[in-house]
């Protein structure tokens, strides 16, 4: 018998949920909010939309097909099969939060409120679930690869994302490292270094590549192409402020090795509770990941 397909729908808690778990009643949250001028009307609305989505979703899931319901706090512990169809319910970020765990399984992203939400990597109504499953399962998808990028540190431990990564200190001290690539090496104390992807030039990067006025191209989400951005390098007798930007393509990698006692740190597309510790003499290397996020566009 063959065997149903797996359903993996990944969500996040609302704005609305995450005031009742703070406050403890829908009155307390409202008291609270009032009491500064805010209401709490516009966010229960936002709350009703993902809900009624997610029921629409799940109601068009037929029978017979496995289902499971993700936390984004919960993806680091779940294990997806390689056969796994994955839905995305919730804002842009949900998808890049949720990349790095898969392995080329294809993401179907539903926005299930347009009026808050840009939709680029959530770019489908509700209402369209079971259509894209099915052309998901049949292989009649279009599938967009959208590059990552990989950090791999000298005692095996891997980290991966969607839009960028960044070394450094996990405050605003300063960031000491040594940086190479290719026969260039450099010693810096910096705000840290940023190396990000296609989808990752239209966020952090792009507002470094502004303000530095550079001529570096930014890559495209499909190209097989990062950008390292090394943020507001501090020129001094022991650091140097040459290698500060570079474009790594295939079979490319940029080292930095840790000068820092404490808190250095690797992390993800802005998750800095799920990260790599990067103390002093941990060498890390970027380059390209090895697998791509496969995601259905239409």
Do not use: C
């Not at 839905?87 to 790095?100: H, P």
């Not at 705000?191 to 507002?207: M, R």
């Amino acid at each position: 018998m063959t065997l149903q397909p797996r359903i993996v729908l990944v969500y996040r808690d609302t704005e609305y949920v995450q005031l009742l778990a703070r406050h403890g009643t829908r009155q307390q949250a409202a008291f609270f909010l009032e009491s500064r001028g805010q209401e709490l009307g516009p966010i229960l609305e936002r709350h009703e939309r993902f809900r009624r989505a997610r029921g629409e979703v799940l109601g068009q899931l037929p029978v017979a097909w496995r289902r499971t319901e993700v936390h984004r706090d919960d993806l680091d512990r779940f294990l997806f099969a390689p056969d796994d169809l994955v839905v995305a319910l919730g804002q842009d970020g949900l998808v890049a939060n949720l990349a790095k765990y898969l392995e080329g399984q294809p993401v179907i992203g539903l926005n299930p409120d347009p009026q808050s939400y840009e939709g680029v990597l959530v770019p489908h109504a509700p209402d369209r679930a079971l259509e894209l499953l099915n052309a998901a399962l049949e292989g009649r998808a279009r599938i967009q690869q959208r590059t990552m990028v990989e950090v791999t540190l000298d005692d095996g431990q891997r980290l991966r994302a969607l839009n960028e990564v960044y070394l450094g200190h996990q405050t605003h001290q300063s960031s000491r490292y040594a940086i190479e690539l290719g026969e260039a090496r450099e010693v810096h104390s910096s705000s840290g270094v940023i190396v990000a992807t296609g989808t990752g030039s239209t966020g952090w990067a792009k507002s470094i590549h502004r303000q530095r006025r550079t001529e570096l191209e930014l890559p495209q989400p499909e190209d097989d192409a990062l950008v390292a951005f090394v943020r507001e390098a501090w020129p001094s007798v022991a650091s140097g402020t040459e290698l500060t930007e570079a474009a790594l393509g295939p079979g490319e990698a940029l080292t930095i090795t840790s000068r820092m006692n404490d808190r250095g740190v690797v992390f993800g597309d802005g998750i800095e509770d799920d990260r790599l510790e990067f103390g002093w003499g941990r060498v890390a290397t970027v380059r390209l990941a090895p697998v791509k996020l496969a995601l259905v566009i239409g």
